[in-house]
């Protein structure tokens, strides 16, 4: 009887963490809005892959030059602190792997994802996408 018993809270258990990571959210489209007159605007897509999260920017019009692009806390009409590095948009194209996040929790923000003119000109946005469940695929 023990094992019975045994067996079926760790079914229970097993069916708790299954039912969880069915839920988790896997892709979320983010659209990306030009800022500062800059014609840079495109898509940010997140996919989930295992425990960390692949974001791909696309935009308009990117130069060929690097331009820095982060996640940051707060939203596009209210930047904040940079919370992610991503790997700088070239010719309007990035990916970055994000190590140890989910977008469930990038979910739960406020988060933006934002890319600059150029590293010497940091102060100058050219693109920005809020991270919010409305994109979700």
């Known amino acids: 009887m023990k094992l019975a018993s045994a067996l079926l809270t760790m079914l229970a258990v097993v069916g ?3 039912a969880t990571a069915i839920g988790a959210t896997n892709n979320v489209s983010i659209a990306m809005h030009a800022q500062n007159g800059s014609g840079e605007d495109g898509t940010a897509v997140l996919t989930q892959t295992g425990p960390d999260v692949t974001v ?3 935009i308009k019009n990117g130069p060929s030059a690097a331009q820095p692009a982060h996640i940051h806390d707060g939203t596009c009409a209210d930047l904040k602190g940079v919370v ?3 790997t700088n948009v070239t010719s309007g194209t990035s990916t970055t792997v994000v190590k140890n996040v989910t977008i469930d929790a990038l979910l739960k923000g406020p988060f933006a994802i934002n890319v600059h003119e150029s590293a010497s000109n940091l102060g100058k946005y050219v693109s920005c996408g809020n991270i919010a469940t409305s994109g979700s695929m």
């Open 16 to 18: 708790f963490a299954g």
């Open 56 to 58: 791909v920017i696309s």
């Open 84 to 86: 992610y590095p991503l």
